[in-house]
């Protein structure tokens, strides 16, 4: 079992919808969860960080977190065709650095 | 204020040769770190360095090798390339404090024949 576990997509969704991005994790002892952007031949963006159960909003995006499920995710509400990426979900779980999913590709159509 | 640089940014070589990618970065953050990335395969971590002076096996080390020069620079050396180790490195560096980010640089796509 991987220890960061995305689908690999793609997702697509019509302009002007919400995406809804998924992640489970393995190690119940992870404390920070990433979510990471990344277009096609351009290095990873950080999108948001969330270590609290529960949702966390910031602007038209908002990651959720269910530590009891181990499972993170994030929702993008209006989508736009430049939302159209590799979104990466990473988990700090103390030990030594982020450990990354093989990310989710996303398709806004217009 | 120029964040994490890599050179080169793309790098062919044939099999056997060696090569040393460069990184360093302006944040003043004590970790630095560089993944691979394959696709379908998400980034690898490779080494990291939590501070100046130390450096870590990371989930896929062997081929590589690493030298923290100071604290604003992190290198990755391949003394004998092969074509598995064909991908796209990116270094990456963070406070190291809980929830910090990773800043990652613009990778080095890198090819050998």
């Known amino acids: 079992q991987k220890e960061v576990e995305q689908n690999s997509g793609p997702l697509s969704v019509p302009e002007g919808a919400i995406a809804s991005l998924n992640c489970t994790y393995s190690d119940r002892g992870s404390q920070s969860f990433f979510w990471y952007r990344q277009y096609s031949g351009k290095s990873p963006e950080l999108i948001m960080f969330?270590?609290?159960?529960g949702d966390k909003e910031d602007g038209r995006f908002t990651a959720q977190l269910n530590k009891a499920s181990q499972y993170v995710s994030l929702l993008i509400r209006d989508s736009q065709p430049s939302d159209s990426a590799t979104y990466l979900c990473?988990?700090?779980?103390?030990?030594?650095?982020?450990?990354f999913g093989s990310g989710t590709r996303l398709q806004v159509q217009p | 204020n120029a964040g994490v640089t890599q050179t080169p940014k793309f790098q062919v070589l044939k099999t056997g040769q060696s090569m040393t990618l460069q990184c360093a970065q302006d944040m003043n953050h004590n970790s630095m770190y560089w993944y691979r990335q394959d696709p379908g395969m998400g980034l690898r971590l490779i080494y990291y360095?939590?501070?100046?002076?130390?450096?870590d096996k990371g989930e896929v080390p062997n081929g590589y090798n690493v030298s923290r020069l100071n604290k604003r620079e992190f290198s990755l050396r391949l003394e004998s390339a092969a074509p598995s180790q064909t991908s796209v490195y990116f270094c990456a560096s963070s406070e190291a404090s809980e929830e910090s980010p990773l800043h990652f640089g613009n990778g080095t796509r890198l090819t050998v024949t």
């Open positions: 969330i270590y609290s159960n």
């Open positions: 360095s939590a501070s100046e002076g130390t450096t």
């Open positions: 990473a988990v700090d779980t103390g030990r030594r650095a982020l450990t």
